[in-house]
């Protein structure tokens, strides 16, 4: 299956699969709300499918270029690990609007 490939392949989707189990974990722990359960699971998905695109522009700009120096190429994978770092921030921030609450709440 496609997804297994990647997860073998991609050092940065099993990364960000790990991240996704402690943000659960952490959920789970705080016991946010359905609303909030919703939220990370969008941002969890988001940050997921824009690695599996960006693994999918990466294997063809491959295969269209044999590997060897192209600029359209570098522009299309730098532009495709730039669309993974925004999901990844837009998960960051909204992990942390979340989570700081709860964790406040639990402390003062
Ligand atoms: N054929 C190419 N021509 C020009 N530059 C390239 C080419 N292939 C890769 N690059 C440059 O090298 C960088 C790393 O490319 P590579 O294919 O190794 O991705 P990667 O490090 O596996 O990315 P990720 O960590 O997201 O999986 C690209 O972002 C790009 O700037």
């Known amino acids: 299956m496609g997804i297994k490939t990647a997860w073998l392949d991609e050092r940065n989707l099993r990364f960000h699969s790990l991240s996704a189990v402690l943000v659960i974990c952490l959920a789970w722990l705080l016991q946010v709300t359905e609303f909030e359960w919703l939220w990370l699971l969008l941002c969890i998905a988001l940050v997921f499918i824009s690695e599996?695109?960006?693994?999918?522009?990466?294997?063809?700009?491959?295969?269209?270029?044999?590997?060897?120096?192209?600029?359209?190429?570098?522009?299309?994978?730098?532009?495709?690990?730039?669309?993974?770092?925004?999901?990844?921030?837009?998960?960051?921030?909204?992990?942390?609007?979340?989570?700081i609450p709860h964790i406040y709440t639990l402390f003062w």
């Open 52 to 99: 599996l695109w960006n693994t999918v522009l990466e294997n063809v700009v491959d295969l269209i270029t044999d590997c060897k120096y192209n600029a359209y190429a570098k522009k299309a994978k730098d532009v495709a690990s730039g669309a993974v770092f925004a999901a990844a921030i837009f998960a960051v921030v909204s992990g942390a609007v979340i989570f």
